[in-house]
C-alpha cells in the first residue's frame, strides 16, 4: 500500500505542476505579447486589403480611360499600360543604362496636365538609375528610339502613397505622352 506521505508528496507536486502551467499560459506579459501579435498581424492584413483595393480601384480607372478613348494599350505584368501611337521606322530598342532624351506631357487620366517639356524643358535621364517614377524606367525598355507613346503608370510605380506633394495627387495614376527623342549607349560604363 502507498504510504500517505507520498501520496501527500505527490498530490502537492500534482497542483504546483499544474499551477506553474497555469501561471505561464496567463501570465501578463506573455498574454500582451500575444495580443501584440494579434494586433500587428491584423492591421498588416488590414493595410493588404486597402493596397488591394487601391490596386483594383486604379485598374478600373485605366480600365475605363482605355476604353474610354478607344486605344488597345498592351498591359504589362507590373500594371503598366502602353500605346505606341508613332512607330519608329528604324529606332534602337532601349535598354537599362541608355541615357534618353525625350519630349513629355504628364498628366492625371481626368486630362490635367501636371508636367510638360514644353515648360520644363527636354527630361534626360539614365534607364534604371534616375530617380523619377519606376514606372517610367520599366515602360520605356518596351519602346525604341523615335516612338512616340503614351504610357500609363500605376501610382504605386508613379508617386505613390503620397503623391509628389506638388501636382500629382496621393494614390493617382498617371499618364506620360512621350516622345523618345534620343537613345545613347551611356559612356561611363
Not at 528604324?90 to 508636367?115: A, P, R
Not at 514644353?118 to 527630361?123: Q, S, Y
Not at 500629382?168 to 551611356?186: A, F, G, M, R, T
Amino acid at each position: 500500500m502507498v504510504s500517505r506521505q507520498f501520496l501527500y508528496l505527490s498530490f502537492r507536486w500534482l497542483i504546483l505542476t499544474v499551477s506553474s502551467m497555469l501561471f505561464s499560459f496567463c501570465h501578463p506579459d506573455k498574454i500582451e505579447n500575444e495580443a501584440n501579435t494579434f494586433n500587428q498581424d491584423k492591421v498588416k492584413q488590414q493595410f493588404v486589403k486597402a493596397n488591394q483595393q487601391v490596386v483594383v480601384k486604379e485598374n478600373d480607372e485605366m480600365d475605363y480611360f482605355q476604353k474610354s478613348h478607344k486605344m488597345s494599350f498592351v498591359k504589362t505584368t507590373s500594371g503598366i499600360r502602353y500605346f505606341v501611337y508613332k512607330p519608329s521606322e528604324k529606332g534602337d530598342s532601349i535598354k537599362n543604362d541608355d541615357v534618353l532624351k525625350i519630349n513629355y506631357t504628364v498628366s492625371l487620366l481626368d486630362g490635367t496636365e501636371c508636367y510638360s517639356s514644353k515648360n520644363e524643358g527636354l527630361k534626360e535621364f539614365t534607364v534604371g538609375m534616375e530617380n523619377m517614377e519606376d514606372g517610367l524606367h520599366k515602360a520605356v525598355l518596351f519602346l525604341k528610339s523615335g516612338d512616340k507613346a503614351l504610357i500609363l503608370i500605376p501610382s504605386h510605380l508613379a508617386h505613390g502613397l503620397l503623391g509628389d506633394s506638388k501636382k500629382i495627387p496621393p494614390q493617382s495614376p498617371i499618364l506620360y505622352d512621350l516622345e523618345i527623342v534620343s537613345v545613347k549607349k551611356n559612356q561611363s560604363k
